[in-house]
């Protein structure tokens, strides 16, 4: 088991920065695979970014490269987003999640990660 805790939503204006933070527990994280998902009720849970564990590779999609950078910090098992020149349209319930599968590429498909957080919501007014 794996239990993800996120942290650093809120509100901002368009144009602003927010950081949001995942910290994982409950398993080595070592060779696993850290999503950053969204959602807006009425569509689908959308990838934003993720990392390998090992190796820091990294995939982002295409509506927030140049903006959005996702990290890792190894001795706290957390996983972090920044989040810069934010627009109304990143408004949406913000999740984290791991892909258990070794030796996985760093995938944008919501079924292949295993376990999730609960959310955290980031509003940006215009």
């Known amino acids: 088991q794996v239990q993800l805790v996120e942290s650093g939503g809120g509100l901002v204006q368009a144009g602003g920065s927010l950081r949001l933070s995942c910290a994982a527990s409950?398993?080595?994280?070592?060779?696993?695979?850290m999503g950053w998902f969204r959602q807006v009720p009425g569509k689908e849970r959308e990838f934003v970014a993720g990392?390998?564990?090992?190796?820091?590779?990294?995939n982002y999609a295409d509506s927030v490269k140049g903006r959005f950078t996702i990290s890792k910090d190894n001795a706290k098992n957390t996983v972090h987003l920044q989040m810069n020149s934010l627009k109304p349209e990143d408004t949406a319930v913000y999740y984290c999640?791991?892909?258990?599968?070794?030796?996985?590429?760093?995938?944008?498909?919501?079924?292949?990660?295993?376990?999730w957080g609960q959310g955290t919501q980031v509003t940006v007014s215009s």
């Open positions: 409950g398993r080595t994280l070592s060779t696993y695979t």
């Open positions: 990392i390998k564990w090992s190796g820091g590779r990294t």
């Open positions: 999640a791991v892909d258990t599968r070794i030796w996985a590429v760093v995938t944008s498909t919501p079924g292949e990660y295993d376990y």
